[in-house]
Structures are given as C-alpha cells and as structure tokens.
C-alpha cells in the first residue's frame, strides 16, 4: 500500500499573508498547519519581536520540536528588514530537521533582501535537505502562488 502522505508547514505570520500561502500549501500538499506563534501586544509586538531577535532571545515557542514523523517540512514567514524575521530564525534554530527535507518560504512586498541566502544556510546547518525555496509578493494573489508552486516542481511525497 503506498504511505499516506504526511507533511507540515510551519509558518509565522503577523499580518495573514503567511496564513494565506499556509492555507494553500497544507490543500496542495496535504500538510498539517502549524501556525509560530510570538509574544507581545499589539503595536509592540513588532518592536518586542525585533529587539528578541537582535538580542537571540527566545521569540517563539515550538509546540514540537520533534518532526521525524513528517516527510516534508515547509517553513516560512515573512521578511523584516531584508531577513527572515526573527520568529522564522528561531524556529529554525529549535527544530529538528536533521537529515529532512525542507521546503522554504518567503513573503515580501518588494525587497527580499538576503533573506533568501540567511534562511537556507540556517537550514543547511541544522543537516536538512532544502528542497525549494520559493518568494513570494504580499500582493500576489492565490492563483499566481498554486502557478508558482506548480512550476517549480517539487516531488512531495
Ligand atoms: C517590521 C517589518 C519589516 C519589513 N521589512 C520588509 C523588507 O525589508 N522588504 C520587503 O519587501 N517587505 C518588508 N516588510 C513587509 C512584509 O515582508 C510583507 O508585508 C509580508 O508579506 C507580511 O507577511 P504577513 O502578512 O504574513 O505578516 C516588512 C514588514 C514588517 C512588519
């Protein structure tokens, strides 16, 4: 019989963008969503949030760490300042992805900056396979984010 599929997406959102693309992943690829969550209150939270990160504070909480039991692990968020924001750093850091395969994902509404470059290299250094790495515009919408994730082709098993 062949094995089900069993897949996550890990993702942080603070404005739903990341929801959204969270959404459409765990449909297309059958993957459980996992939504990062970070601390603080409302108009300090992003404050609260970027001052953790520069300090390497905990920013998020990782319900389970452990996700030997997933085959694809999808991981994203937005970018902050030309980075990953540091909740997306952070749960790369507390993860265990050794030896998995990793798709990652990006937001932006026009600078991706070095992000693209700082998130696969976390990943790589924690042992993970990064199968992919997409980017996507704040602005682009559901049709265009299935065309983008049909066109690069990865194999999800
Ligand atoms: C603090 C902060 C910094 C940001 N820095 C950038 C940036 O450097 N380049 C860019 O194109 N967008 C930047 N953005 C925009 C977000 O990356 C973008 O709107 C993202 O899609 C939001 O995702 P979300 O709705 O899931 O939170 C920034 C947003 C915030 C709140």
Redesign the pocket.
């Known amino acids: 019989m062949p094995k089900k599929k069993n897949n996550i997406v890990l993702y942080?959102?603070?404005?739903?963008?990341?929801?959204k693309i969270a959404d459409i992943i765990s449909m297309e690829f059958n993957a459980l969503k996992m939504r990062i969550a970070a601390s603080g209150w409302g108009f300090l939270k992003?404050p609260l949030h970027?001052i953790k990160g520069v300090l390497e504070r905990d920013v998020v909480m990782i319900p389970n760490k452990n996700l030997k039991d997933y085959n694809t692990i999808f991981i994203g968020?937005?970018?902050?300042?030309?980075k990953p924001?540091p909740a997306l750093m952070d749960t790369i850091k507390k993860v265990r992805i050794k030896d998995k395969n990793v798709v990652l994902f990006l937001?932006?509404?026009?600078?991706?900056?070095n992000a693209e470059n700082i998130m696969r290299d976390a990943v790589r250094k924690k042992g993970a396979k990064v199968k992919a790495l997409f980017k996507?515009f704040?602005s682009e919408n559901e049709k265009e984010i299935k065309k983008k994730l049909k066109e690069i082709g990865i194999e999800i098993y």
């Open positions: 942080f959102s603070m404005f739903g963008k990341n929801e992003i970027m968020g937005p970018v902050w300042a030309g924001c937001t932006a509404t026009g600078d991706f900056g996507f704040t």
